[in-house]
């Protein structure tokens, strides 16, 4: 079979379904690489900065790895702002939704609300914006997690002059996510946090 024969869904049969399933699986194996063809696009958007969102993104994940961060805060870290090309008006919803079925809740988390939190550091100098729309979130359980993700991480990477490690380098990392199970309760581990820097792993990095 080199496609299905039907051309309303209500008409396949399991068979077809079937051979639909495989080519589905076959397609989810390749996201990695999709995703990391999709941040070297990245590249072409929003100019104005010292450095490129693909040079953004690559740094931000760069301090994670530096500060010691687990595989979850490095990856998240380096797709958190995937989600400009295609959905500029939430683009940390987009991102925490490709992150989701393979990263700790907590770093989906972080991902999700990263836009409300990062405008602590530009909203006071702009119209129509809320410098502290993060205070809606004051008292969810990784409340602290985000603030410490922008001001490490996010925030600070806009440096031309920052040594970043090159996206070879995280690819393997991106690809060993992108292979868990999804939504595997071993992986999204509900309610748990992990701490963004440890200073023993940082000393051997
Ligand atoms: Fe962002
Ligand atoms: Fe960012």
Redesign the pocket.
Known sequence: MKTVSFTQMKDGTKEEYEFLTAHEIDHTKHTADRLLTALVDLDKSLSGYKIT?LG??VQ?ATRAWRDGADIDWVVSALL??IGDIYAPYNHDEYAATILKPFVREQCTWCVQT?GDF?MLYYGHHLDGFDQHKRERHRGHPYFDDCAEF?ER???A?FDPDYPDLPIEFFAPMVREVFDRKPYDPAVIRRGERAPLTDAAVAAGR
């Open positions: 969102r953004h993104s931000s958190h702002d990263h990062q922008c991480w996010d925030q990477s």
